[in-house]
């Protein structure tokens, strides 16, 4: 990949600002149907949040794990062309306060949990604790809405920590749809995503940016800031793809949109197996953390007697961290409309990417979203 230019000095037909799915998608496709495309980054590496890179032989995601799962033929046949995937089936654990239980919730769990062995003991106990629990009408917050859908015990062991770390508030202060399609299984199943297609790409996810950039008509300037010279990046290309934070992009003029961020501590072990899975959660309100990920465990080898673990801590966010997880509840979705609003009245600016849209998507609806963007660019 080349490292290039500045401004349009190559009769550029788009400026891209971003080089995650989005954003390297466009310039990809652009680029197929002849268009040349200077694609910018504020950061040094091209990948957005899905950058990996290896180290003691072991692919690292330096932005959290990163498991791609779909039911999208299309999005898996697309993803194809660039990398082979493994067969990796993601099947966390869960750890309360030493005892540990299968995520998502399915028989495993409820036997670890309760004893029970058969789907109508399960499904008994999860009914005695709901109507305990007298909920009057629908659920009005998270805590309401898993109490309903779990029980109070797998709540309160399972979720409510977790949950409460992870957004930096109250169970209670969270919306309910945060949890509405929590998945429950009556069988003894731990794959945690119920998909047709999983995997986690062989060479990591920064190869395939890599050979989605790989073309004579695309430039790739990092380090770059968009935002230090807006106005003439506006007014030299003559079409803009933007998947930052939308409300930046509007100069946050109704109001910052809020955010969760995410801090990431690793560390090199001498053992190649220090937690016997990949993904740990820790769901009890004292862990400082949510999560532990050991690398290695997404099949890969790596070199002998060595692992790396990977800590997160979630964390408020403000603009000098990543922005992560948006926090749809009222206030910020009523702002977001009125962002959204604006964006649609642009008429040489396309707006997406999970910044773009306030919404923390699945890498799948990403890759979607931006082939149905450029079929939309392509056939307008």
């Not at 000095?9 to 989005?22: A, C, E, H, S, W």
């Amino acid at each position: 990949m080349r490292l290039t230019v500045y401004y349009n000095t190559k009769n550029y037909d788009y400026l891209i600002v971003g080089t995650g799915p989005f954003g390297a998608i466009f310039a990809h496709e652009a680029a197929q149907r002849g268009k040349r495309s200077l694609i910018i980054d504020r950061r040094s590496h091209v990948g957005g949040n899905l950058y990996t890179h290896k180290a003691h032989g072991i692919t690292v995601h330096d932005y959290g794990a990163h498991i791609f799962h779909t039911d999208n033929k299309q999005v898996w046949d697309y993803l194809n062309q660039f990398t082979a995937f493994n067969q990796y089936i993601n099947q966390v654990m869960a750890n309360y306060k030493g005892d540990l239980y299968n995520l998502p919730f399915n028989m495993n769990t409820f036997y670890q949990m309760w004893g029970v062995k058969t789907p109508a003991e399960a499904q008994d106990r999860i009914n005695k604790q709901r109507q305990a629990a007298t909920i009057k009408g629908s659920p009005k917050n998270l805590e309401e809405q898993a109490i309903y859908l779990i029980g109070t015990e797998i709540y309160d062991k399972l979720i409510k920590g977790y949950t409460e770390k992870q957004w930096g508030r109250k169970a209670t202060d969270l919306p309910s749809f945060i949890i509405r399609r929590l998945p429950i299984r009556f069988t003894f199943d731990n794959n945690y995503f119920n998909h047709r297609y999983q995997g986690v790409p062989v060479d990591g996810y920064t190869a395939i940016f890599n050979k989605l950039l790989d073309h004579e008509l695309i430039d790739i300037q990092l380090n770059t800031d968009f935002f230090t010279d807006k106005t003439t990046y506006l007014s030299e290309f003559p079409r803009l793809v933007y998947t930052g934070m939308i409300d930046q992009y509007f100069d946050y003029k109704f109001g910052e949109l809020a955010y969760r961020s995410v801090r990431f501590e690793s560390e090199v072990l001498p053992t190649d197996n220090a937690q016997g899975n990949a993904i740990i959660n820790y769901t009890d309100i004292e862990t400082p953390y949510t999560r532990s990920i050991e690398w290695r465990h997404f099949d890969q080898k790596g070199d002998s007697d060595m692992s790396i673990l990977t800590h997160e801590y979630p964390q408020e966010w403000d603009c000098s961290k990543e922005a992560y997880y948006p926090i749809n509840d009222q206030k910020n979705s009523a702002l977001f409309k009125k962002y959204r609003k604006e964006a649609n009245k642009l008429d040489k600016v396309i707006i997406g990417g999970r910044l773009g849209n306030y919404q923390y998507y699945d890498m799948d609806q990403v890759i979607h979203a931006a082939l149905v963007a450029v079929d939309k660019e392509f056939n307008r």
